[in-house]
């Protein structure tokens, strides 16, 4: 009987033992699992709690503070796991250091991110082109900004790239403007043409009394007087106005019998020379190549 208590207090010491070896990465992966939720629930948030800043704002702060918290948390499950953090500062300047000369463009890209997002030309949500592509601005990342086009493709420009060129932010402001190039006979009258352009964007309720509608001679075309029509529109509404002004114009220039002529040519054979033979032929009719 004595016997039994002996082994059986053994097998539990020995089993205690083995549990406590468990225990430092049970802790480190409770430790990691907090982080990974309380980071989380941040970014959950930042995204109920702070509406009124832009979602550029909101974007970086969410990344910012959760990268922070998950950061922290993780560090200290692997000091209970026992590793020493002295030692591995110490091998990271010598890695950094060969790493800073090997990604000097990812160096640029991350200075030009920090360019774009102080500057504020482009944030999350704007209908921008650059480089002849246009798109939806999705994030502005460390190293590179997404795009997604009209017709759903992915488009990553490198920031230093964002920097260095030409950007067109087309919904920045909450107006703008539509330009309509279009030309008239020589024969219409200019007063009556004019008087039904202001009429076409006094009708539509998509164009803006203010700024007015503006008309702009374009001057003496080939076969034809130019103007340039020029109405504004909310940005919501922009393209509906530009599918329906073109329609409406020509409504109402043909309920006006105001002609848009096609180009003319004249064929000019000299003052003294004879004039092109002409010969009809009608449908029908076998045509004589003499």
Known sequence: METLKT????????????????????QAALLIAAGF?????????????LPSLTAQQRLLLRRGV???????????????LGFDFNVLLGAAGIVTLAVGFASQTSVSNIISGLFLVIERSVEVGDIITVNGRTGEVLTVDLLSTKLRTFDNLLVRIPNETMVKAEIVNLNRFPIRRIDVKLGVAYKENLKKVKEVL????????????????????????????????SVWTSRENYLELL????????RAFDAADIEIPFP???????LKSEAFPVKIIHEGQPHDPA
């Open 7 to 26: 082994w059986l207090s053994r097998l539990n010491l020995s089993a205690l033992g083995q549990a406590d070896q468990y225990v430092p990465l049970l």
């Open 37 to 49: 939720l309380l980071a989380r629930f941040a970014r959950f948030t930042i995204n109920r709690a």
């Open 66 to 80: 959760s990268y922070t918290i998950f950061l922290l948390f993780f560090i200290s499950g692997l000091r209970e």
């Open 198 to 229: 202001l009429e076409v964007a006094d009708t539509n309720p998509l164009c803006l009394e203010e700024p007015a509608p503006l008309i702009i001679a374009q001057g003496f075309g080939e076969s034809s007087i130019n103007f340039q029509f």
């Open 243 to 250: 599918n329906g002004i073109h329609e409406d114009i020509k």
């Open 264 to 270: 003319h040519r004249t064929l000019y054979s000299g």
